[in-house]
DNA sequence: GCAATTCCTACTAAATTAGTATATAATACT
DNA sequence: AGTATTATATACTAATTTAGTAGGAATTGC
């Protein structure tokens, strides 16, 4: 499990997005607004996209928009879509690792996997509308 | 924030090593009996000693034993212990990254020590009693 | 003294992170 | 029609971290 980045800058990116309901907002726009690196977060965008988190127009004039509403996206899931395998143990990374797995019975594995679940649920109670009215509030 | 061998590992063989209250167990018969990389888990219970979850005898027969009752050792305080920096923000971090902290007023930093303290705090609840039970129960 | 153990530091291959670079495609505006 | 601005896509890279390994010194029981 992991938190990086990717998902610290996406919601920062993700925020900004959403404080404009109805226009678009470029990747140029939101990333000099929350001085973020753009082409990272271009990266960023394309999975979130990909995910129907957030929706673009290409072009000039053009840019991306929320295309679920920010009360239904989570931090949650915006940290599944944008990290690299965030809930996976060890033993399923499936390299040499697999090695030192209780391979008969994996008795942990069904534990990680429960406690991964409760962290789970936990981070998808925080929208992003959460986020942005505690941001604001300061 | 992560989550990685090393905690899983420590898990693993802090439980095995819980199995015997009054007696020690060395390095050797818990990694062959769990089936882990000794000198790995050297490091690790270094760490751990140093923290006094555990205490060793050196020397022949030597081997350790749990100093901090098994009902009071959790995963939290495990997992802070052998990771690396688990809840640290990558503003934190010291490095390059800084450059894309928003500096003046990091309202993002707060939001996520609040939400790695509701983890922590939920992690805290799991006591490596809590899964030697689960464990044994299967 | 010898074997078994903990203690300690340093090393290393592989993977991952945190980006950058470069080019293509689409669209608005003139 | 041409240009500027945007998204789309793939590939590359330096630095860091993970997941160990290696080799020895110090300690203790027999």
């Known amino acids: 499990m992991q938190l990086t980045t990717k998902t610290e800058y996406s919601v920062r990116a993700l925020v900004t997005l959403s404080e404009s309901v109805d226009s ?11 001085n973020l690196p753009k082409k990272y977060v271009e990266q960023l965008f394309r999975k979130l996209k990909k995910q129907s988190v957030i929706a673009s127009v ?3 004039k053009g840019g ?3 295309k679920t509403p920010a ?3 989570t931090l949650g899931t915006i940290m599944e879509i944008v990290e690299n395998h965030p809930y996976e143990v060890s033993c399923e990374r499936n390299s040499v690792e697999l090695e030192y797995c209780q391979v008969e019975n994996c008795q942990y594995r069904h534990l990680w996997h429960e406690i991964y679940g ?6 998808n109670t925080i929208s992003l509308e959460n986020i942005k009215e505690r941001i604001d509030k300061e």
């Not at 990747?27 to 929350?34: D, V, Y």
């Not at 409760?118 to 981070?123: A, P, R, S, V």
Request: net charge positive.
């Open 64 to 66: 991306y928009y929320l």
């Open 58 to 60: 290409s072009g000039s």
């Open 24 to 34: 678009l907002k470029s990747i140029n726009e939101i990333c000099t607004k929350q």
């Open 71 to 73: 009360k239904e996206i």
């Open 118 to 123: 409760n962290i789970k649920d936990y981070l």
